[in-house]
């Protein structure tokens, strides 16, 4: 199901030039995305370990993950914005070494201050790495094969789920969460040397000059090139789309490893452990994100949102049974990657020449989104519980399912 924008440049050069990405590059985007990924989702289960060395409630230690996902959402539409002239990759590499220096700071805070305004300069990077990634892969692929080269490069949200979180939760027990995000960093200082191989996109002009005829010219304001962008037929309802997804998905992410260990007793190993069913069910779905290009991108991403839906409803309430949540889990995780995956593609498309704002506008309100259901589904934990928070976020997924089909509408599709 394609979407009514005219093709960018971009885009048509991609499609006379080449279907796909190398191999490699496309497994270099994988690797940088599980790295940032695994950065940003890793504090979680180290939650109960950095509020007691600092010693605070976990629910106001959580600040760390709504500082960083505030920090995202103000970083990504600036380079949008302002760094439209530098080479994606270069960019991409160089909000990497940036999110590798922060967490090194993170890492030796001896104030929770510290802590916070490490986590802020890291979600300034992220700011700059993640839209610019799936950006990167609208220049390089057509519309009609990205959903599938979408999905694979999402499948590093996978190997965040299935390796870095549980593998986080597991050295946050032997080596502390300090040494846990030292490690973090280490890797991402690595990957970002792999990015900066990539392949060049052969329409870095044609994207730029498209940008100024559209947009007005080279120096729009801030106000005139934000109205372009999400005033495109359908951009508006997919980023509200967006941002129901990451309210109802974070809201209910931050908190299940914390109330796993209310339960049980357990300790961070557990906590990260939980999520390897989680993502499980995301890697089966990035895998073979090839059926969002044959069933339909906005078919998909409907009817995934509306099984979210009953999945958050029901995931508190079986937790005391470990062979349901850990189905659940798997539930879970299939459908947020095929919501990812195809509120994205469409994303690059419905953008047309607006295409590196855009990706940048959803990036912020992904984080926008985690901060918010990180802050305000604390305190529907803290005033009704874990039970609680699943029915709002499952209310919160529906009200996606709306947005969603508004945007398929106005972009006839």
Not at 18 to 43: H, K, R
Not at 208 to 221: D, E
Request: charged letters at 10%.
């Amino acid at each position: 199901m394609s979407s009514s924008c005219p093709p960018s440049p971009s885009h048509n050069v991609a499609t006379g030039r080449q279907a796909s990405l190398p191999g490699w590059a496309v497994a270099a985007l994988i690797a940088a995305v599980a790295g940032i990924g695994t950065e940003a989702f890793a504090v979680a289960p180290l939650l109960i370990d950095i509020a007691a060395d600092f010693a605070m409630d976990v629910t106001d230690a959580a600040l760390a993950i709504s500082a960083y996902g505030l920090a995202v959402a103000v970083s990504a539409p600036l380079f949008g914005l302002f760094a439209g002239h530098l080479p994606r990759r270069r960019l991409i590499a160089g909000g990497m070494v940036l999110a590798a220096v922060a967490g090194v700071i993170a890492a030796t805070a001896h104030s929770f201050g510290v802590l916070l305004a490490a986590r802020v300069l890291s979600g300034f990077a992220c700011g700059a790495v993640l839209p610019t990634i799936y950006a990167y892969v609208g220049d390089m692929v057509p519309f009609a094969a990205r959903g599938r080269v979408m999905g694979r490069v999402m499948f590093g949200w996978a190997i965040t789920m299935v390796t870095g979180v549980p593998l986080a939760g597991i050295a946050g027990e032997h080596l502390g969460w300090r040494g846990t995000l030292f490690l973090a960093a280490g890797l991402i200082l690595v990957l970002a040397m792999a990015v900066l191989r990539l392949p060049q996109p052969p329409s870095v002009a044609s994207r730029m000059g498209g940008v100024q005829q559209t947009a007005g010219h080279s120096g729009a304001g801030f106000l005139e090139r934000l109205a372009h962008a999400v005033t495109r037929p359908g951009v508006a309802a997919l980023l509200a789309t967006n941002l129901a997804n990451m309210v109802s998905f974070y809201g209910i992410y931050a908190y299940v490893g914390t109330a796993l260990r209310m339960a049980q007793g357990s300790g961070a190993a557990a906590a990260g452990g939980i999520v390897l069913w989680y993502g499980l069910g995301l890697a089966g779905s990035t895998l073979n994100a090839r059926l969002v290009d044959r069933v339909g991108k906005d078919r998909v991403l409907t009817l995934a949102l509306a099984v979210l839906a009953i999945t958050l409803v029901a995931l508190p309430r079986v937790m005391g049974v470990p062979v349901a949540f850990q189905a659940v889990l798997i539930l879970w995780g299939l459908a947020q990657g095929l919501v990812v995956t195809a509120v994205n593609t469409l994303a690059t498309e419905r953008a047309g020449l607006a295409r590196g704002l855009v990706m940048a506008l959803m990036s912020a309100i992904t984080y926008l989104g985690i901060s918010i259901g990180a802050g305000a589904m604390g305190l529907v934990m803290a005033a009704w519980g874990f039970g609680a928070v699943g029915i709002v976020a499952g209310v919160i997924s529906l009200v996606g399912v709306v947005a969603a089909l508004v945007s398929s509408r106005r972009a006839g599709g």
